[in-house]
């Protein structure tokens, strides 16, 4: 039997789903109005309060029919008392309460018959302050004497008509409320799964929801296989090619040392065939750096960042470490350590010099590389970050690689969550910031 109901409300679509949160609002409004017009009708006072307001009545009436007409608003407030409010009205349109008391009009009639010819007419009263049952009744020239009064038993009246009056808007609220996060919970979902599109394997999303919701979760689902083989096609594609192009390079470096050349041409094809090494590595780093999927591992990213200082002026470079020393955290090692690498090697090459400094604050790590280099112009910054970008527009190559080592930085850092800010410093240079976030202790 669950199984059927659900199948049909499963096919509503948004616009359905709306109208019956609006048929459902209606049809509880209607029944608490019902419930409440019949305890209206329904209701009675007790025994001595319905008298009190029966014999009131009576003698203000009689008292008011016989006085002269410029004189009854006067009278009126005399025979008023702090349980009991009497106003004389002048002949006009007589107003009616929202909501009668018929029972308790037929209560009054049947304790004093005289007022069923005064149309005595009873309602719940509405102003504060004034009790809880008012009413009006006709003289004999057709002017209205209005009444207001107290009544213990009307109270709890009072109070239930406030909470029947509040009730529809109370259950429209929390059935909107319910029927909109079961409504949304796929779109939440779908959102989800966009934020993690193209940044590893596919992660389904189930189909549920109204028609609308399902076919766009369908063809999501469909976009991230695609994407997904599109990715691993053009990683196996680009492995492949540089792999396989090691092996011939390594075939002319044998012949290279085979032959009897001028040691210029010998030379200048050695360095050839290194820049084509190097391109390949790079191209390669690029293209694996992608791994999301390499657990992370706790490293000394100060002692690491330092160890590849010492490497590069071991080697003659003007590199120097100044910072920290030490600083543990977990992070995918060989891709940080490739980024580093990449940034010392671009502030020697370009700047000459690198100074790097690590340090902590404030729940980030910060690894700084700076040179004294002429920088990068500032209306270029946010192409260096794009793969296969140089700076050199002419077609002679006078400069390594083939604009992958910021690109690959920038990916290894948005592994684990971090930024990597360029600036050009006001005395020359450029200062490359790392921030990564440290655990919370």
């Known amino acids: 039997m669950a199984g059927g109901l659900a ?11 709306l109208l019956a949160v609006l048929l459902l609002v209606l049809i509880v409004e209607f029944a608490a109005n019902s419930f409440l017009f019949d305890r209206m009708n329904s209701f009675e006072l007790r025994r001595d309060d319905a008298e009190r307001i029966a014999q009131t009545l009576v003698l203000a009436t009689r008292t ?35 909501l009668g008391l018929a029972n308790l009009r037929a209560q009054v009639i049947a304790i004093q018959p005289e007022l069923a010819l005064a149309d005595l007419e009873l309602h719940l009263e509405q102003l504060p302050g004034r009790g809880n049952i008012g ?124 032959s009897v050349l001028e040691p210029e041409v010998r030379e200048g094809i050695s360095h050839d065939i290194d820049e084509m090494r ?66 010392i090697e671009n502030a020697l090459h370009y700047g000459g010099n690198a100074r790097v400094q690590v340090r902590s604050g404030e729940g980030v790590a910060e690894i700084v590389v700076e040179d004294d280099g002429p920088g990068i112009p500032q209306e270029r910054m946010a192409d260096v970050l794009q793969p296969f970008v140089r700076l050199d527009t002419a077609r002679s190559r006078d400069t390594a690689g083939m604009g992958l080592g910021l690109p690959i930085v920038r990916k290894a850092v948005g592994m684990e969550n971090g930024t990597l800010d360029l600036l050009n410093r006001p005395e020359g240079g450029l200062r490359a910031t790392i921030r990564l976030p440290l655990p919370a202790n």
């Open 7 to 17: 199948f049909p409300l499963r096919r509503l679509g948004l616009p359905e789903r």
């Open 64 to 98: 008011l029919d016989r006085a002269e007409p410029d004189k009854r608003k006067a009278v009126a407030k005399a025979l008023s008392t702090d349980g009991f409010g009497i106003e004389w009205v002048s002949p006009g349109e007589r107003q009616r309460g929202s």
């Open 135 to 258: 009413g009006s009744v006709r003289l004999t020239d057709a002017s209205v004497v209005r009444f207001h009064t107290h009544a213990n038993a009307a109270s709890k009246l009072r109070v239930g008509r406030i909470v029947s009056m509040l009730l529809p808007t109370l259950l429209l609220i929390a059935l909107a409320w319910v029927l909109l996060r079961a409504t949304l919970r796929p779109l939440r979902d779908l959102i989800c799964a966009t934020r993690h599109l193209g940044s590893g394997p596919p992660r389904p999303v189930p189909e549920r929801g109204p028609d609308e919701l399902r076919s766009l979760i369908r063809a999501l689902n469909e976009m991230q296989e695609r994407i997904h083989q599109s990715l691993l096609d053009r990683t196996q594609t680009m492995l492949a090619i540089g792999h396989d192009l090691k092996t011939p390079l390594a075939r002319m470096r044998l012949r290279l040392d085979e």
């Open 278 to 343: 190097m391109l390949l590595e790079s191209l390669q780093a690029y293209v694996d750096s992608d791994g999301r999927n390499i657990p992370a591992e706790r490293i000394d990213i100060a002692v690491m960042a330092e160890t590849l200082v010492d490497a590069a002026a071991d080697h003659g470079a003007d590199a120097t470490y100044h910072g920290i020393s030490n600083l543990e955290m977990s992070v995918r090692p060989v891709a940080i350590r490739r980024a580093l690498s990449n940034l």
